[in-house]
């Protein structure tokens, strides 16, 4: 366990004796020697300096990484050991001024390394933002949800500080001038719409999988009982995009048998490519009855904390006619808010669902919700705290 933020020996305890072991591969130790380092930068901190960070250094930060990637900064820097500001200018068309201090920020932030004076180099940040589905969560966070978190208190303030409930109008609405659901918007802005799909994709990369074996049990689940009819469907990913998931599933667990199904709208599903042959892709959407009957597993990753509870309750209740009795699964690939030490990653993404007029939920309203259309769930599976777990559930 973590020791408090004040406690600064223990702390510094903690990460060396986590970070040796880490740095051998020890992924829980990396993170323990990562979050006790995190603390030990609270604890130093003085309230002034936190103040700097969170008004100035963080936003500016955003601006920043947004901008540069705009102008393809991080793929010159990869090419080459390090680069002027003039040079990276040449290279962009900007204004050698201006970008000069744009790399400042970056390289004090530590997303690119300053080499010297008026020279840049590459980082591991800075490939990883060469590679679209991990950049683009920047440009679509930036694009699509920032307006709307700038917004926030003042739509807060307007309503009288209640919880946004409205998909149609609320925070997301107000920050950009439209009546326009959140998909509808994105869908009239097909760039946005493509950093939102690759964003999804890239989003748990790196991150436990419930796929894996010391997660949740799919032999056991989901293999066992399997129906051995030639059509019948193993696993439907509902709202699954561009089928990252089930690929993943396919590689990892070819000898299961049944078929895989990739559902989304219509836009998304024209953009699939590469799939495994064993993937079916179908437009769907999921506010309307749920054309696979009977199979083994309904599968939504990241799909309902997009929604307000009255929505969800109309795409549970979709799934719900076409599942079997004894048979059928809902499992839902979210996060699950503790009573009690929530990690910012799942915070902060609450935050950003709330701009949507939804939320990430605590085990409580999942048990709720899930109850409130006649399911039940059987076992809420999570690997540690700041990922994703899995809810397994069926029907009451």
Same mark, same amino acid.
């Given at each position: 366990?973590i020791?408090?933020?004040?406690?600064?020996?223990?702390?510094?305890?903690?990460?060396?004796?986590?970070?040796? &072991?880490?740095?051998q591969?020890?992924?829980?130790?990396?993170?323990?020697?990562?979050?006790?380092?995190?603390?030990?930068?609270?604890?130093?901190?003085?309230?002034?300096?936190?103040?700097?960070?969170?008004?100035?250094a963080?936003?500016?930060?955003?601006?920043?990484?947004? &901008?540069?990637?705009?102008?393809?900064?991080?793929?010159? $820097?990869?090419?080459?050991a390090?680069k002027?500001?003039?040079?990276?200018?040449?290279?962009?068309?900007?204004?050698?001024? !201006?970008?000069?201090?744009?790399?400042?920020?970056l390289?004090?932030?530590?997303?690119?390394?300053? &080499?010297?004076?008026?020279?840049?180099?590459?980082?591991?940040?800075a490939?990883?933002?060469?590679?679209?589905?991990?950049?683009?969560?920047?440009?679509?966070?930036?694009?699509?949800?920032?307006?709307?978190?700038?917004?926030?208190?003042?739509? $807060?303030?307007?309503?009288?500080?209640?919880?946004?409930?409205?998909?149609?109008?609320?925070?997301?609405?107000?920050g950009?001038?439209?009546?326009?659901?959140?998909?509808?918007? $994105?869908?009239?802005?097909?760039?946005?719409?493509?950093?939102?799909?690759?964003?999804?994709?890239?989003?748990?990369?790196?991150?436990?999988?419930?796929m894996?074996?010391?997660?949740?049990?799919?032999?056991?689940?989901?293999?066992?009982?399997?129906?051995? @009819?030639?059509?019948?469907? !193993?696993?439907?990913?509902?709202g699954?995009?561009?089928?990252?998931?089930?690929?993943?599933?396919?590689?990892?667990?070819?000898? !299961?048998?049944?078929?895989? &199904?990739?559902?989304?709208?219509?836009?998304?599903?024209?953009?699939?490519?590469?799939?495994?042959?064993?993937?079916?892709?179908?437009?769907?959407?999921?506010?309307?009855?749920?054309?696979?009957?009977g199979?083994?597993?309904?599968?939504?990753?990241?799909?309902?904390?997009?929604?307000?509870? @009255?929505?969800?309750?109309?795409?549970?209740?979709?799934?719900?006619?076409?599942?079997?009795?004894?048979?059928?699964k809902?499992?839902?690939?979210?996060?699950?808010?503790?009573?009690?030490?929530?990690?910012?990653?799942?915070?902060?993404?609450?935050?950003?669902?709330?701009?949507?007029?939804?939320?990430?939920?605590?085990?409580?309203?999942?048990?709720?919700?899930?109850?409130?259309?006649?399911?039940?769930?059987?076992?809420?599976?999570?690997?540690?705290?700041?990922t994703?777990? !899995?809810?397994?559930?069926?029907?009451?």
């Open positions: 366990e020791p408090p933020p004040f406690d600064v020996p223990h702390l510094l305890e903690d990460i060396t004796s986590n970070a040796k &072991v880490g740095s591969g020890d992924e829980k130790a990396r993170k323990k020697a990562l979050a006790a380092a995190r603390s030990l930068c609270l604890a130093l901190e003085t309230p002034p300096e936190a103040i700097v960070r969170i008004a100035w963080e936003p500016a930060l955003s601006v920043a990484a947004r &901008v540069a990637i705009a102008l393809n900064v991080f793929e010159h $820097l990869s090419k080459d390090g002027s500001s003039s040079e990276l200018a040449a290279l962009t068309g900007a204004d050698p001024v !201006l970008l000069g201090r744009i790399l400042k920020h390289a004090a932030m530590g997303v690119i390394h300053e &080499v010297d004076a008026d020279s840049y180099a590459s980082t591991s940040l490939r990883a933002l060469t590679v679209p589905i991990y950049r683009d969560g920047i440009p679509f966070c930036f694009d699509c949800i920032s307006p709307s978190l700038v917004k926030m208190p003042e739509y $807060l303030k307007n309503t009288g500080y209640k919880s946004p409930n409205n998909s149609a109008d609320g925070p997301f609405q107000y950009h001038g439209t009546s326009l659901t959140l998909f509808q918007w $994105l869908g009239g802005h097909p760039e946005i719409f493509a950093s939102f799909n690759n964003h999804m994709s890239g989003y748990r990369q790196g991150r436990p999988s419930w894996d074996p010391d997660f949740y049990p799919v032999e056991d689940r989901l293999g066992k009982g399997m129906s051995t @009819d030639e059509d019948a469907v !193993l696993l439907v990913d509902v699954g995009g561009l089928g990252h998931d089930l690929k993943e599933f396919q590689r990892k667990h070819p000898e !299961l048998p049944g078929r895989l &199904v990739l559902e989304d709208q219509p836009a998304v599903i024209a953009g699939v490519t590469d799939n495994h042959r064993r993937i079916e892709p179908m437009a769907h959407d999921f506010f309307t009855p749920q054309p696979i009957k199979a083994r597993a309904y599968y939504m990753h990241s799909v309902l904390h997009d929604w307000p509870d @009255d929505r969800c309750r109309e795409i549970l209740i979709n799934l719900k006619s076409a599942m079997t009795k004894g048979y059928s809902i499992l839902i690939n979210e996060n699950v808010i503790p009573d009690k030490g929530a990690h910012f990653a799942a915070t902060g993404l609450d935050m950003f669902m709330m701009s949507f007029s939804s939320t990430e939920r605590t085990d409580k309203m999942w048990y709720e919700l899930l109850a409130s259309v006649g399911l039940k769930v059987v076992k809420i599976w999570t690997y540690e705290q700041g994703e777990s !899995l809810i397994e559930a069926e029907l009451a």
